[in-house]
C-alpha cells in the first residue's frame, strides 16, 4: 500500500449519477496536463477509485496519528476486492460534504476520535468495498451474457469459469453505470485471507527513511515562517508590545498582535524565534483570580462533596436509586471512604502545534496535522469571511495526535497570521509554547464510598467526581454545537461499570477551573478507572480476599470480561507466588467496545526504588482486523499511560503552567520500560477500539502492585511524586 497523506488539489470533473441508478463516480484529474493525455480515473462508491492502468485507490477520512488506521483501511479494500493490499493507495479524501459522516439529527464531520477508525471502517468501508466488487462482477457478467455467480475477481481481474478475463480498469465504466445493489454483505471471516492476520504498517517506512511529509516538513514557494508567545497566564490577553526593534532584526518581516497573543514572521523559524526571544510583550490577567494547584485540588476536593448532578441509569427513578443506596449502606457492617486525585496532563506529541496557511482574496489553502478537518474549514471560512468551498484544507502526516489535535487554535492562528501578508505562512509553536499554553488533559478529585456487608460483599456503592467540563472549551462548543447540559465525560467509566455492585450512586460535580481542557487519549477514563481499579482493591482488602478472586465474583455475570480476567490471570500466574522480592497489580478497562485488562509485576527496593518487570496485557476488541496493529496499540497505549501515571503532571503557579519541556515533564526511557506480553483473545464481538483502551489500567495497576510492595495507598497521581524512585529495568 502506498499511503498519501498531504493531498495535493484536486479537480473533481464530470460528475453524474448513473441511469437507474446511485452510483455517483467522479472523474479524477490532477491537472489539466493529465486530463488532455490520459483517461480519467472512475472514483465508484464516491469512496473506491480505478485508474486506467488499474491501480485501485480508496479516500479516508481518517487522519493516520500513527494508530495503524490507514493499514487497516487498505486490508479491507483488499480482502474485498481480492488484491494485494499493497497494491492499495489511501488517500485523503476532500474536506468536502459528501466525504463527511453525517448522522440523523447532527452535524457532519470530517472528525478522527473516539477509537472510532477501525470501528468505522469496518461497519462503513467493508461494504462499499464489497458493493464495488460486485459491481465489477455484474459488470462482467452482462458483457458476456453470463450469470453473476459465473464469475470472480483475483488480482484485479474478472475471469469466468469458461476462462474469459477482463481488468478490473476496463469493466470499471459499466460498472459506473449499474444500479447499486442494496443486499450485498462483506466476505464472512471464515473466507479471509488478509484482514484477521497480523500484517506490519506500510506507513513505517515512509517515516523511518525521511520521505513522510509531517506539518512542520511542509514547503510553497515563498514560504514564510512565524512563531508565537502566548499570554502565560491562562485568560489573559495581550495589552501592549514594542514591535520597532524587533522587524528590524535581519530575516524578521513582521511582528503580529492577537488579542492574547504576539507572533514574529520572519523568512525562518531561527530569526522567528530571535525576534520572538527579543520582544517583551506585557501582558494582562484576566478577570478571574490567577490559581494555584494548590487552591484548584482544594476547590474540588470541596466540590466532590456535593456533587450536583446525578446520572441514573436508563428507567431508573432518583427516589428510587437513592433509596436503594441508602439502604445498602445502612445494612453495612463496614464502611469505606477515600479521594483519589489526578493533576492537569499535556500531550506532549514530539511535533508540536503547527499549520501552514496561504490567504489570498480569492479563498485559503491550509495544510494542517489535524484530526478536525471539518471544523478547520468551517472555523477559517467564518473567520475569514469566506464561503466554505473556498477553504482547502490538506491534511499532512502528524507527529502524534493524543486528542490535542481535535482542537483547531492553531489551525485559526495561522489563517489570522496569514491574510496580513501575501505569501504563505507556516506557524510553529516552540516546545514550550506547546507544553504550557496548549489544552490540559483535566484534573478531578474522586470520592468513593462502599458499603460491605460481613463477607466482605458489596451492599452500596457511590462514585462522584469534580473536575472541568471539556465540553466549555473544546472548539466544538465554542463555535456552536451544542451539547447536553451536563458534561459526562468526566465520569466516563463510571457511568458503565461492569461490576455487579448493588446500591450504585454515580455523581458530578463539573467545576471550571479557569484552564483550558480537551480530550486526550482515553478522556475521563484515565482518572475514572484510576480512582475505581484502586478502590476495588481497597474493597477487597477489608473483605481479607485477593484482589482477582474479589473480582472474579463480581463479574460473574459478565463472561466477556470475566474471560479476560482469567486469561490475564492465567498469563501472568496470578494464582501461584510472585518471584521472591516481586509484587503485583491489576487494573481493567471496559469502554469502546473493548475489554482490556492489565498485570503489572514490580520490585521495590528499601530505599523505594521501583523497578517495573513486566506488563501482561489482554484484549478482548471484537474481531481483530489487524492483530499486529493491536498489539502495537496495547504496547503504545501502556507506555503512554505509564508516563503520565508515574510522572506527567502539569502545575500551575500564579495562573501560569509550572512545567515547560520534557526536564521538567519526563517521558519514560527506554531503560525504564517494563517487557510488555499482550495476548489478543479470540472473539466473535465486534470490532472495539484499541487506541485508547490500553492506556486507563496502567496507573491503577502499578498504584495496587505498590500497595501489595509496600503497604502504601497512594490515591494521588503522578505516582514517583510521592517519594518513589523509579530505575532502570536494563
Not at 475471469?159 to 478490473?168: A, C, E, I, K, N
Not at 479471509?192 to 504498517?201: D, F, M, S, Y
Not at 487519549?521 to 481499579?533: D, I, N, Q
Request: aromatic share 6%; net charge neutral; proline share 6%.
Amino acid at each position: 500500500m502506498r499511503t498519501v497523506l498531504a493531498l495535493s488539489r484536486r479537480g473533481f470533473i464530470g460528475t453524474m449519477l448513473a441511469a437507474g441508478g446511485s452510483v455517483l463516480f467522479y472523474m479524477n484529474v490532477a491537472s489539466q496536463a493529465v486530463a488532455a493525455s490520459s483517461p480519467a480515473a472512475i472514483l465508484l462508491n464516491g469512496w473506491i477509485r480505478i485508474a486506467p492502468n488499474g491501480s485501485v485507490s480508496v479516500f479516508s477520512r481518517t487522519t493516520e496519528l500513527g494508530q495503524g488506521a490507514l493499514t487497516s483501511l487498505a486490508l479491507i479494500v483488499a480482502e474485498e476486492l481480492e488484491l494485494d493490499p499493497a497494491s492499495v493507495t489511501i488517500e485523503m479524501a476532500p474536506v468536502a460534504e459528501e466525504f463527511m459522516d453525517t448522522t440523523p439529527d447532527g452535524p457532519a464531520y470530517y472528525v478522527t476520535w473516539a477509537s472510532e477508525s477501525s470501528r468505522d471502517m469496518d461497519r462503513r468501508m467493508r461494504k462499499v468495498a464489497a458493493t464495488v466488487r460486485a459491481l465489477l462482477l455484474r459488470a462482467a457478467a452482462q458483457t458476456w451474457g453470463v450469470t453473476d455467480t459465473e464469475c470472480s475477481a483475483h488480482n484485479g481481474i474478472v475471469r469466468h469459469t469458461g476462462g474469459r478475463t477482463l481488468s478490473y480498469a476496463a469493466l470499471a465504466p459499466m460498472a459506473a453505470t449499474l444500479p447499486v445493489p442494496q443486499d450485498i454483505e462483506p466476505k464472512p471471516r471464515a473466507n479471509w485471507r488478509r484482514l484477521g492476520h497480523a500484517t506490519a504498517r506500510f506507513d513505517i517506512p515512509a517515516k523511518v527513511d525521511g520521505s513522510a511529509v509531517y506539518g512542520v516538513d511542509v514547503k510553497r514557494l515563498d514560504l514564510l515562517v512565524a512563531t508565537i508567545a502566548q499570554c502565560p497566564i491562562f485568560g489573559g490577553r495581550l495589552k501592549s508590545v514594542d514591535a520597532g526593534a524587533v522587524e528590524k532584526m535581519p530575516g524578521v518581516k513582521k511582528v503580529f498582535a492577537l488579542e492574547d497573543a504576539v507572533a514574529v514572521i520572519a523568512t525562518g523559524y531561527w530569526p522567528a524565534k530571535r525576534g520572538l526571544d527579543r520582544l517583551r510583550p506585557v501582558w494582562q490577567a484576566g478577570e478571574r483570580k490567577a490559581a494555584d494547584t494548590g487552591a484548584q485540588y482544594a476547590l474540588l476536593r470541596q466540590a466532590v462533596q456535593s456533587p450536583k448532578h446525578l446520572f441514573l441509569p436508563e428507567g431508573a427513578q432518583e427516589a428510587e436509586l437513592l433509596t436503594a443506596h441508602d439502604a445498602g449502606m445502612a445494612a453495612a457492617t463496614t464502611h469505606l471512604d477515600a479521594f483519589y486525585d489526578v493533576p492537569f496532563l499535556a500531550h506532549a506529541p514530539m511535533e508540536p502545534m503547527n499549520a501552514t496557511a496561504h490567504v489570498t482574496p480569492q479563498g485559503a489553502e491550509l495544510w494542517v496535522p489535524t484530526q478536525f478537518q471539518s471544523l478547520v474549514r468551517e472555523v477559517v471560512a467564518e473567520i475569514l469571511g469566506l464561503p466554505q468551498e473556498k477553504v482547502i484544507v490538506h491534511t499532512t502526516v502528524v507527529g502524534g495526535g493524543f486528542g490535542r489535535r481535535v482542537e483547531i487554535d492553531y489551525a485559526i492562528q495561522a489563517a489570522k497570521i496569514a491574510r496580513h501578508v501575501e505569501q504563505p505562512v507556516k506557524l510553529i509553536w516552540s516546545r514550550e509554547e506547546d507544553m504550557s499554553r496548549g489544552y490540559f488533559r483535566p484534573m478531578a478529585v474522586m470520592q468513593l464510598k462502599a458499603g460491605l456487608d460481613a463477607q466482605g460483599q458489596p451492599t452500596a456503592f457511590s462514585f462522584a467526581a469534580a473536575c472541568p467540563s471539556i465540553m466549555d472549551y473544546t472548539s466544538e462548543r465554542r463555535h456552536g454545537v451544542t451539547e447536553e447540559e451536563v458534561d459526562h465525560y468526566g465520569l466516563a467509566n463510571a457511568r458503565d461499570w461492569p461490576y455487579a455492585v448493588p446500591g450504585q450512586k454515580i455523581a458530578l460535580a463539573s467545576t471550571d477551573l479557569d484552564v483550558p481542557v480537551t480530550w486526550m487519549r482515553s478522556v475521563g477514563s484515565v482518572a475514572s478507572v484510576f480512582g475505581l481499579e484502586c478502590f476495588l482493591d481497597e474493597m477487597a482488602a477489608a473483605a481479607k480476599a485477593d484482589p482477582i478472586a474479589y473480582r472474579r465474583h463480581l463479574l460473574r455475570h459478565r463472561p466477556r470480561e470475566l474471560a479476560v480476567v482469567e486469561k490475564v490471570a492465567s498469563v501472568a500466574d496470578w494464582d501461584k507466588p510472585a518471584a521472591m522480592g516481586r509484587h503485583r497489580g491489576f487494573g481493567m478497562n471496559v469502554c469502546n467496545g473493548s475489554v482490556v485488562a492489565q498485570i503489572v509485576e514490580i520490585e521495590v527496593s528499601p530505599q523505594r526504588a521501583v523497578v517495573l518487570h513486566t506488563i501482561y496485557c489482554v484484549v478482548d476488541c471484537g474481531i481483530a482486523l489487524n492483530p499486529d496493529t493491536v498489539v502495537a496499540q496495547m504496547e503504545g497505549g501502556i507506555i503512554f499511560g505509564l508516563s503520565g501515571a508515574l510522572f506527567g503532571e502539569i502545575s500551575l503557579k500564579d495562573g501560569a503552567a509550572v512545567q515547560k519541556n520534557f526536564d521538567s515533564y519526563p517521558l519514560l526511557t527506554l531503560a525504564q520500560t517494563p517487557k510488555i506480553q499482550v495476548v489478543i483473545l479470540p472473539s466473535d464481538a465486534p470490532v472495539g477500539g484499541v487506541g485508547e483502551e490500553a492506556v486507563p489500567p496502567v496507573a491503577p495497576a502499578v498504584a495496587n502492585a505498590l500497595f501489595a510492595a509496600t503497604g502504601q495507598r497512594l490515591r494521588s497521581l503522578p505516582l514517583m511524586r510521592q517519594g518513589l524512585t523509579l530505575v532502570d529495568r536494563i
